[in-house]
């Protein structure tokens, strides 16, 4: 136990008793316990392998690399259509995990050995993400701002192609573009 990380494991929540049994659950394996994203993260050898975290309606394991599970108990769940490497074991009780228990042991020892291996997820090229219309336009119409978007990070420009390409109405889709304009010539991301 990692006394850093007891700060999360104190507080008042709804999921006091589901955290404490996932922890206990996850420290059984051997991991090194960090805080990470303000959320207790296990680790072997200094690369992620789960992450305890939770929500208004569940708590969950993330697994980093969850994709790469084999997942027989079809029980791991994609949080949206665009996370690729990870996966989550959702709890809405503190008998869900004791239920579990067994499973997530060996979902936990999987995710070890997949480390172990050295396996990576193959993710999506940054051009296989759908880049809308009206951004392309001002991508033609502002070499500088295509100069600008092309010298971000990979991740940068998924997260700008995301958040442009989610609005159904062309409207939402140019205000965004109009106001992220500033931060992409500055070289930040959307969330810097």
Known sequence: MNPKVDWFFNKATKWQKEYAELRTLVLDSGLTEELKW???CYTFQNSNIVLIHGFKDY???????????KDEERILI?????VQASRQIRFTQLQDILKK???????????IIVEKAGLKVE?????E?????????VLDEMSELKTAFEALTPGRQRGYLLYFSSPKQAKTREARIEKCIPQILKGK????
């Open 123 to 127: 993710l999506k090229r940054t051009t």
């Open 78 to 82: 994609q949080q949206t259509e665009n």
């Open 38 to 40: 303000g959320c207790p």
């Open 129 to 137: 993400f759908h880049m809308p219309e009206e951004f392309k336009i």
């Open 101 to 111: 228990e067994a499973i997530l042991k060996a979902y936990i020892q999987e995710a």
């Open 189 to 192: 991301g959307l969330d810097d």
């Open 59 to 69: 708590c969950a394991l993330l697994f980093m690399k969850g994709a790469l599970l």
